[in-house]
């Protein structure tokens, strides 16, 4: 299998990895400065950090009454939030086993596939997924795979480097409109649903032809079935909640999961993965532990074995790990917080190519500012 990250490498693990940069190179074929394609503008800030997009419905208690705080007895509440990490990162230093765990599986997706992951009962690949008449409705499909087409297995990290990348995801999932839909505006949303349907209408490459490897005519397709299911979401259920992003932590023990040499401990699963039997922990930003917990308990029943965290938790208690082991190859936190840095940089880089050959395939074509 050919790998999506060609130039991939760790840097040094004797000293301090560098700061990711927020928008790398891309290869000598892409521009020295490509575009970057504007994000919806932050609308609800959590405790992660992250924008929410759209507010959910309801009244608005950003800004309590004067009384409100003033009232001795909110002056001292304790916070939810802060309470809940501190919780985690407790639960973290005793799990059985350890955290990572070598065998560990781990994969980031959002809560925007919830109803497909509840109609089977866990994770399948997208291609099982075709079958079952269920659209996928987050993700990376195929737009960095080196051939198109829905995939037929699962992508997981397995281990401590397998936690980083899925980390990386995991935030991408929280940032990037190529992976969250939802995160563009109204306009931006028309506006990309119109270039990829001119670019196809203008389509005169041959069959085979797919510019820098990344851009032919079955993946514009796809990505417009993925543009057009956000579209249609909108329409019809305006009042729907904000997708958030969600990190599952499965039990590697008779998965059967393959090496990709693709990114750090990345591992492939063939066929569906279910939750029961497999799952033992989902992290989520701190303000969705209870949204993710009504959720597991509807699917799995009440009784279930499967911890809800906070992903700034295990953030906390990873950083806490490497403060006091060092950065150092034996040191499991070390590796997953150095492959997350790597892992975020070449995801970066991959966008920055997707985005300038989706403009030459534009400008071959006469069909200019493809996004």
Same mark, same amino acid.
């Given at each position: 299998m050919k790998s999506k990250f060609?130039?991939?490498?760790?840097?040094?693990?004797?000293?301090?990895?560098?700061? $990711?940069?927020?928008?790398?190179?891309?290869?000598p074929s892409a521009p020295s400065k490509p575009l970057a394609t504007p994000s919806r503008p932050p609308a609800v800030a959590d405790s992660f950090g992250q924008t929410r997009g759209l507010p959910r419905g309801g009244p608005s208690t950003s800004n309590p009454s004067l009384w409100s705080r003033?009232?001795?007895?909110?002056?001292?509440?304790?916070?939810?939030?802060?309470?809940?990490?501190?919780?985690?990162?407790?639960?973290?230093?005793?799990?059985?086993?350890?955290?990572?765990?070598p065998n560990g599986l781990y994969h980031s997706t959002s809560s925007a596939a919830w109803d497909g992951m509840s109609k089977t009962g866990g994770l399948a690949p997208p291609s099982l997924l075709n079958q079952q008449g269920i659209q996928r409705r987050t993700g990376e499909g195929d737009q960095y795979s080196a051939q198109a087409g829905e995939k037929d297995f699962i992508s997981f990290g397995q281990g401590a480097q397998g936690l980083g990348t899925s980390r990386a995801y995991f935030q991408q999932t929280a940032n990037s409109a190529s992976y969250s839909p939802h995160l563009f505006s109204d306009a931006q949303l028309k506006n990309e649903i119109a270039q990829s349907k001119n670019l196809? $209408?203008?389509?005169?490459?041959?069959?085979?032809? $797919?510019y820098g490897n990344m851009v032919d005519r079955p993946r514009v397709e796809a990505r417009l079935r993925h543009l057009e299911a956000e579209q249609s979401l909108r329409q019809n259920m305006p009042g729907r909640e904000t997708p958030f992003p969600m990190m599952f932590d499965f039990k590697g023990n008779g998965l059967d999961a393959k090496p990709m040499g693709m990114g750090p401990g990345e591992v492939a699963v063939n066929g569906a993965v279910p939750f029961k039997d497999n799952l033992q922990r989902v992290f989520v930003p701190a303000d969705r532990v209870s949204d993710m917990q009504s959720r597991?308990?509807?699917?799995?029943?009440?009784?279930?074995?499967?911890?809800?965290?906070?992903?700034?938790?295990?953030?906390?208690?990873?950083?806490?790990?490497?403060?006091?082991?060092?950065?150092?190859?034996n040191n499991p936190a070390h590796l997953a917080l150095r492959a997350d840095e790597t892992t975020m940089t070449n995801l970066n880089g991959m966008e920055d190519k997707?985005? /300038?050959? /989706?403009?030459?395939?534009?400008?071959?074509?006469n069909v200019p500012t493809i996004g």
């Open positions: 060609p130039s991939f490498k760790l840097p040094s693990i004797s000293k301090p990895a560098p700061s $990711a940069p927020r928008s790398p190179t891309s290869g003033m009232n001795p007895g909110n002056l001292f509440a304790p916070n939810p939030t802060k309470q809940q990490i501190k919780q985690d990162v407790n639960s973290l230093q005793t799990a059985p086993g350890g955290f990572p765990a196809l $209408a203008n389509w005169n490459a041959p069959a085979d032809k $797919a597991l308990n509807s699917s799995l029943g009440p009784n279930h074995n499967v911890q809800v965290m906070s992903f700034e938790g295990q953030t906390k208690f990873l950083e806490q790990q490497r403060l006091n082991l060092g950065r150092d190859s997707r985005k /300038y050959f /989706y403009g030459m395939a534009g400008e071959q074509m």
